[in-house]
């Protein structure tokens, strides 16, 4: 009877005191930040140890624990207090209710739109460890990644590339004037360290993000600077260091947040060290690199020395290093004004073209030199955030940017002793104004203005490296250039009942380019030019749930990209033996795309999304031949070239489709599959340069609380030498060749293993193989062979 009585006593007294909850992932045991605490008209939020005080809760019926990645948990104090007050959430591993950003730049729930949107989270991230950020976009569906080079990555999505896609990163456009048609390494300017969820939308963006937007868009959010949950000051942060052993990688990363209840900031610092990339020994010899160019040979002895490769394995001349820095601050004063200020820079050191530098001449090798310059980039941003219900808007978000960009190309003919260096600079400001307003539950409009101004500087000289004489040469672009637009977009977002949502959108841009023609080098015979043109596009989208397992998409929509600096006015060599050159008379193209889409839950086991495309490309900007002053062909860095000009002459067709398969056998052993294909031909029944082949990726995985593994597969299908691209067959050193001696690019696949252990509470391993096998393989219109077996370990200490 007194053991009750004590029982009954110690039980009222812990109900008559402050009582917080403790809220933890299942799996992991880490502690959940944000999870909203709700009952009745009540509720709070976890902070970044996964507290929350529930004191006010005592006398409710019914408690919610609700996250957006985690299956919703409803209880009552009593069971809480048996539970001695800690709560495990089991993550969701089949929603499609997750929330995106990228589709209308404002979050909202998946489960209201039309398109076919990838994410890759943090958790992603962090257990794939990639080496960069192009690097991470290889483990989602749908998207392909090429490299002419180790310090590059150059996205293919829906047979479109370059800048037929858009990069995004915080909401800021990072195409500019001088993104080129051929394949582009902007991405590796991001820290894939500092990124915090990227998302992949495929097919046009035009109305919400303007031109280039034809492909698709990827969108990166990097880390935001967390405020303090409580009256506490808060500090959190992490550093961590990898090693790879196929390109000798060294990689140290640290990142600091502070913050109150108003104020916070968020530092972080990344270098990275490669060697040389190693290949596989399994694969085509015509992948080996069994000779190379002595680096200053020329200086030292008058003429480049040609050695054999001891180890052709060994892709010499690949090797670079990159640091990466990144500072937000963060002042919330009220719950209606957010306002936030960004630094992003990121700078490479020379970065070797390695597709350039495997090429031959004569049964020699072509260039002595060839090497990109450092790349740098940096960013300024601020951003206004205001959340009030007015007249004529609910919200408003103001987000202002200036990017610097500077790259450079240096290269030298084998035993030439003049080294050819062009190098660019743009500065890009920004300005977009985003306004959301709820008419009512039904109806929703966004709408918004932007504006861009891009200012383009070029020149070109000439050193000799024997004498150190220098002079003058032509520029890849004219200096002084510039391009302008300013856009206005509506969009319109109708919630018919609960199975059916409508969207609805228009987007009007006015674009135009401005510059001058030196004519110290070419006798151009147009001294200026100067284009301006508008292009409208708009979008339709249904999106039904038959049930709440179900969901179908359709959607029509108009994409387009306005003719750049790099379009209409550069002069460079494309091709050994082919020179470009300007034409003022470019038109925007347009890209018309329809689609459906399929999503099946069966709730907590499976997930399966299918996903089928069609895309017409009309007023298609491509390569042909051309003429200057009446000539077909001219001089160009020495050597007579034929002449080409990108003009509005071709039409493509693309069709496609993307399968994924996510099934969970247990809460810890779950299984993925994704599947892509694309196909295209343009008007000459040519196969279109940038349709990947088909591929995808298998995936086995086991999880517990402190320790995850996964076991995958990633495979590649063949592209024949019929159906290689007119541009592609022009790179044969690229490719193996078939059984009658012509380039073509083999099918591969490799096994992959990653796993990662939770050491101790702040300490985390994660560890790889990957390519296990030991393949020698290069992905499709890849300069450089992708590494060979490769081991990934990583240390992270976490605050």
Known sequence: MKLLFIILFLYCFQLAQAQSVIVCDSKTGKP????????????VHTNKEGKADITPFRD??????????YVELRTNYQNLWSTNFVVRLLEDPVRIDEIVVSASRREQSRLEIPNNIVTI???DIDFQNPQTAADLLEYKSGVFVQKSQMGGGSPMIRGFSANRLLLVVDGIRMNNAIYRNGNLQNVISLDAGTIESTEVIFGPGSVIYGSDALGGVMSYQTLKPKLSSSEEYDRRGSVFTRYSSANFEKTIHGDVNFGSAKWAGLVSLTYTDFDDLKMGTDGPSEYLRPQYVV???LINSGSDEIVENTDPRKQTYTGYSQMNSMLKLRFRPNEKLDLNYAFHYSETSDIPRYDRLIQYSSNKLKYGDWYYGPQIWSLHSIQLLYTEKKQLFDRINILAGWQTYEESRLDRRLNKSDLSERTEKVNVFSLNIDLDKTIDKQH????????NLNLIGSEGISRNLISGEQKNIDTR???GSNTTSL?????YKWLLNRHFTIHAGGRYTLAGLNGEFSTEFFDFPFAEFSNTHGAATGNLGLVYHPTDDWQLNASASTGFRSPNIDDMAKVFESTPGNVMVPNPDLRPEYARNVEIGIIRRFQKVAKFELDAFYTFLNDAMVRSDFSFNGNDSILYDGSLSKVEALVNADYAHLYGGSFSMEVFFSPQLSMKNSLSYTWGEDSFGDPVRHAA??????HLSYSEEKFRVALYARFNGEISNENLSPSELEKPEIYATDANGKPYSPAWWTLNLKTSFQLAKNFSLNAGLENILNKRYRPYSSGIVSAGRNLIVSLKYSL
């Open 32 to 43: 959940v930040e944000g999870v909203i605490v709700f009952a009745d008209q009540l509720s």
């Open 60 to 69: 409710a019926s019914r408690i919610t624990f609700s996250h957006s990645s």
């Open 121 to 123: 989270s943090r958790k």
């Open 295 to 297: 680096r200053n040979s």
């Open 444 to 451: 929703v409009i966004y709408y918004g203005l932007e504006g």
């Open 477 to 479: 672009y004219p200096d």
């Open 487 to 491: 856009a206005g977009y509506l969009s």
């Open 693 to 698: 082949p088909l591929f995808g990726s298998s």
